[in-house]
């Protein structure tokens, strides 16, 4: 009976210690600023080790000093990636498999809004939720629960009304909220020009499998945010298109 019992406690010691090495991993590998640092830590501790196994009485205190230092400094510094990476790391978690994606009047609403804006060059920017859940970013917001139209996106979006900075979340034919405010993307590709509502776009293209609908207040350009990528769509089809796709 001891020794049964004995096998039980290795086999959920095991267990545990799996379940957080994975989750180290992915959370590590999930952002590759994260990844060098965590290389660069490994480093220290290795210099760390040899100085004190050689007896470098300098280098070891120096390095012992740094090793207290290191992860204070890596709180402080790397705060947005470590969000962005436990943000992606639980994305799997917050998927819901009974997804309802909305009707071909919501599509058309959402298409014929980004072009109206498009035309007038009113910013917007339009999240439709599939799988991962967005209410962390909507309890944040002004909550709506209203049906999509065409009229009150466009109203949403006018300069100087009290809901125009932000996203609009749409949950199958609602409008969840307005006014979401999204994680920057911190994607080194994009020029440094680049406007916060097209980061905000692709950084919760990044953490989640929504697409979002963005129009460029400064162009009039068109452009939707998916899986990580943006793509500019000015043509009216092409957006209908990506569209269909991702709501079928």
Same mark, same amino acid.
Request: net charge negative; charged share 20%; aromatic share 8%.
């Given at each position: 009976? *001891?020794?049964?019992?004995?096998?039980?406690?290795?086999?959920?010691?095991?267990?545990?210690?799996?379940?957080?090495?994975?989750?180290?991993?992915?959370?590590?590998?999930?952002?590759?600023?994260?990844?060098?640092?965590?290389?660069?830590?490994?480093?220290?501790?290795?210099?760390?080790?040899?100085?004190?196994?050689?007896?470098? *009485?300098?280098?070891?205190?120096?390095?012992?000093?740094?090793?207290?230092?290191?992860?204070?400094?890596?709180?402080?510094?790397?705060?947005?990636?470590?969000?962005?990476?436990?943000?992606?790391?639980?994305?799997?978690?917050?998927?819901?498999?009974?997804?309802? &994606?909305?009707?071909?009047?919501?599509?058309?609403?959402?298409?014929?809004?980004?072009?109206?804006?498009?035309?007038?060059?009113?910013?917007?920017?339009?999240?439709?939720?599939?799988?991962?859940?967005?209410?962390?970013?909507?309890?944040?917001?002004?909550? &709506?629960?209203?049906?999509?139209?065409?009229?009150?996106?466009?109203?949403?979006?006018?300069?100087?009304?009290?809901?125009?900075?932000?996203?609009?979340?749409?949950?199958?034919?609602?409008?969840?909220?307005?006014?979401?405010?999204?994680?920057?993307?911190?994607?080194?590709?994009?020029?440094?020009?680049?406007?916060?509502?097209?980061?905000?776009?692709?950084?919760?293209?990044?953490?989640?499998?929504?697409?979002?609908?963005?129009?460029?207040?400064?162009?009039?350009?068109?452009?939707?945010?998916?899986?990580?990528?943006? *793509?500019?769509?000015?043509?009216?089809?092409?957006?209908?298109?990506?569209?269909?796709?991702?709501?079928?």
């Amino acid at each position: 009976m *001891l020794f049964g019992v004995e096998i039980w406690k290795v086999v959920v010691d095991a267990y545990i210690v799996w379940v957080l090495a994975v989750f180290l991993v992915k959370f590590l590998v999930s952002n590759k600023r994260m990844l060098s640092i965590a290389i660069t830590f490994l480093f220290v501790y290795l210099l760390a080790f040899l100085a004190n196994v050689l007896d470098l *009485l300098v280098s070891t205190v120096f390095l012992n000093y740094l090793q207290e230092w290191m992860p204070i400094l890596m709180i402080v510094i790397m705060a947005p990636d470590i969000r962005r990476s436990l943000e992606i790391v639980w994305k799997s978690d917050s998927r819901n498999e009974m997804v309802v &994606m909305g009707s071909e009047r919501t599509k058309q609403s959402i298409i014929e809004a980004a072009m109206y804006l498009s035309s007038q060059q009113i910013g917007a920017l339009i999240t439709i939720e599939k799988h991962n859940t967005l209410d962390q970013y909507a309890e944040r917001a002004i909550i &709506m629960n209203s049906e999509v139209s065409k009229e009150l996106l466009i109203n949403i979006f006018t300069p100087n009304t009290p809901l125009h900075d932000g996203a609009v979340i749409i949950r199958g034919d609602l409008i969840v909220c307005a006014g979401a405010y999204f994680v920057l993307s911190d994607n080194q590709n994009f020029e440094k020009t680049t406007g916060s509502r097209h980061r905000a776009g692709l950084g919760i293209s990044e953490i989640t499998d929504s697409l979002t609908v963005i129009v460029s207040e400064e162009t009039g350009n068109v452009s939707i945010a998916v899986e990580g990528i943006m *793509l500019k769509i000015n043509d009216r089809d092409k957006l209908m298109e990506y569209i269909n796709m991702f709501m079928k």
